[in-house]
């Protein structure tokens, strides 16, 4: 079944760029059905949504987050990827990975999730 | 401060009924659908309810999703034990170009 997984450095150091990978595998992340998104957990808080991608590399981004967000598709690598500029400290979070499925315009759902990764912004 | 509004904590005990409400305004759950999602202690979130009211397979009919106006609930029948979980509620806003917003969440304590 589809799976995904997220991967890149546990600590960023201040001002510095984020930087992290999902690999889909199992189904191909060239479907016309699927957004893939980004979401964000800081510790002991709430779900944050960061972005989402099209397999044809059309992104939407979190208004609050759009200046320093940055999302790919790698449709050879079946991978999409997540960049955040400038961060600090308040970006310490686990971040998810999540497949969003477009159940109609305006109305998709997370359905399949990565099992997060937790990044810590310190020096 | 979250878009959509939930109680922080709700309680039950087993074999209960209850229900985790999330509000919102015109430009979320006034004019989109709801979804609910289950996070269990350390683990990664799950789909629970999508469109309003609708279980992805493999969620017990337990579970059931409803919305009014600009208010939506989550309802769980029969509590069990394994339900003890955070519940966040999720809707596309309208507003800036459109845009992602979830609740801020609610734990659910099976006394």
């Known amino acids: 079944q589809l799976q995904l997984q997220e991967s890149g450095p546990g600590l960023v150091k201040p001002s510095e760029t984020l930087s992290l990978t999902c690999t889909v595998s199992g189904g191909s992340i060239s479907s016309s059905s699927y957004y893939w998104g980004w979401i964000r957990q800081p510790p002991g808080k709430g779900l944050e949504w960061i972005g989402s991608i099209y397999y044809s590399g059309s992104t939407y981004y979190n208004p609050s987050l759009k200046s320093r967000v940055t999302i790919s598709v790698d449709t050879s690598k079946n991978q999409f990827s997540l960049k955040l500029s400038s961060v600090t400290a308040a970006d310490t979070a686990v971040y998810y990975c999540?497949?969003?499925?477009?159940?109609?315009?305006?109305?998709?759902?997370?359905?399949?999730w990565g099992q997060g990764t937790m990044v810590t912004v310190s020096s | 401060q979250s878009v959509l509004t939930q109680p922080p904590s709700a309680s039950g005990t087993p074999g209960q009924r209850v229900t985790i409400s999330c509000s919102g305004s015109s430009s979320n759950i006034g004019s989109n659908t709801v979804n609910w999602y289950q996070q269990l202690p350390g683990t990664a979130p799950k789909l629970l309810i999508y469109s309003n009211n609708q279980r992805p397979s493999g969620v017990p009919d337990r579970f059931s999703g409803s919305k009014s106006g600009t208010s939506a609930s989550l309802a769980i029948s029969g509590l069990q034990s394994e339900d003890e979980a955070d519940y966040y509620c999720a809707a596309w806003d309208d507003s800036l170009n459109g845009h992602v917003v979830f609740g801020g969440g609610t734990k659910l304590t099976v006394l």
């Open positions: 999540a497949r969003q499925y477009i159940v109609a315009t305006n109305a998709d759902a997370f359905d399949i």
